[in-house]
């Protein structure tokens, strides 16, 4: 019983233990899987899914890391609205219909074009050298009875109070609220149809005189994306 | 609790993977999907470096992170139909019209 209380008494403070290690390669190891599925898959809507798998466990990291209000947001906005937006993509531009075959099982896609990825794999041996050979403090972590998403939130608003230390982030508040603001009014303004029916053709080569709408027939899926 | 440096290499894991997509893919589907995995990587490690100096501004500043995501994907997919209706694909090599 002795043992177990001086265990719990010391956890903020101790080393990773077994466990924590564990749960950390499990999860980094469907991260790391995930998302190397994303860039090699063939088919865009299995990436778009694996995309998924690789979101949610960056969640299941930012919970280990005692980030719960922004594991809560993770999920909300990039499960929840980034990835069905960018189905909606997929749906919206695939309209040809994918070949069968590509759709029957998320397929590989290991060729010769991957060699320009080797510059990308270059800047990971490079940076893993770096972090590597540098020495990190062992992580301080936050009170065990701090409220961290009050603290955020007051951190939000330059207000003093929450437990834990942060910088104020008003000027950033406010601007990112015109950021989306004006995101979103591009967005509605880019992919918005013309009144008459037509489309913006102005980056057409034949200088957009053809744009009577989208060709329903237009085969948008023949090409492969590679 | 686990070492940073363990979180910063999962971090950088998946930043390269994502740069890896965007040099290796064809598909301005899969240059968004691929950005966003970048976007995850700088945000492990901003929680990372968080939890490291026990201070909260990388979380903070990793919700405005998360929110510049989102917008970039609004304004991504604008162009992306847009792409899709003028060249009829959505392959970045084929939108050569502006090149000169």
């Known amino acids: ?226 | 609790m686990i070492p940073t440096s363990y979180y910063v290499l999962l971090a950088t894991a998946v930043f390269c993977i994502g740069v890896f997509g965007v040099l290796t893919r064809r598909n301005a589907l899969m240059f968004l999907v691929s950005v966003e995995l970048m976007l995850n990587g700088a945000n492990i490690n901003l929680v990372a470096f968080s939890q490291l100096h026990g201070n909260l501004t990388g979380q903070t500043f990793g919700l405005f992170t998360l929110a510049l995501a989102a917008a970039e994907v609004a304004v991504g997919l604008g162009i992306i139909m847009v792409l899709a209706r003028n060249f009829e694909d959505v392959d970045v090599t084929e939108a050569v019209t502006m090149r000169w």
Do not use: C
């Open chain 1, 1 to 226: 019983m002795e043992i177990f209380k001086g265990l719990l008494a010391e956890r903020p403070v101790m080393a990773a233990t077994a466990y924590e290690l564990l749960a950390f390669g499990l999860f980094a190891a469907v991260t790391l899987g995930s998302s190397l599925g994303v860039v090699l898959v063939r088919e865009v809507w299995h990436a778009v899914l694996l995309l998924g798998v690789a979101l949610l466990s960056v969640a299941v990291h930012f919970v280990m890391l005692q980030a719960e209000f922004l594991a809560a947001m993770q999920v909300l906005v990039y499960v929840g609205g980034v990835l069905i937006l960018i189905s909606f993509a997929v749906m919206l531009v695939s309209r040809g219909g994918a070949p069968a075959e590509a759709l029957a099982s998320p397929s590989l896609k290991l060729g010769s074009h991957l060699v320009r990825g080797l510059g990308a794999v270059a800047l990971f041996g490079v940076l893993a050298l770096a972090v590597l050979r540098s020495a990190f403090a062992a992580p301080a972590g936050f009170p065990a009875d701090a409220s961290i998403t009050a603290s955020i939130g007051y951190a939000l608003f330059n207000l003093a109070g929450g437990g834990v230390p942060s910088e104020g982030f008003l000027a950033a508040f406010e601007i990112i609220d015109v950021v989306l603001v004006a995101a979103l009014v591009a967005a509605v303004m880019l992919a918005r149809r013309e009144v008459g029916g037509s489309v913006r053709g102005g980056l057409r080569p034949d200088g957009g005189s053809a744009t009577s709408g989208p060709d329903p027939s237009a085969d948008l899926d023949g090409r492969d994306d590679q």
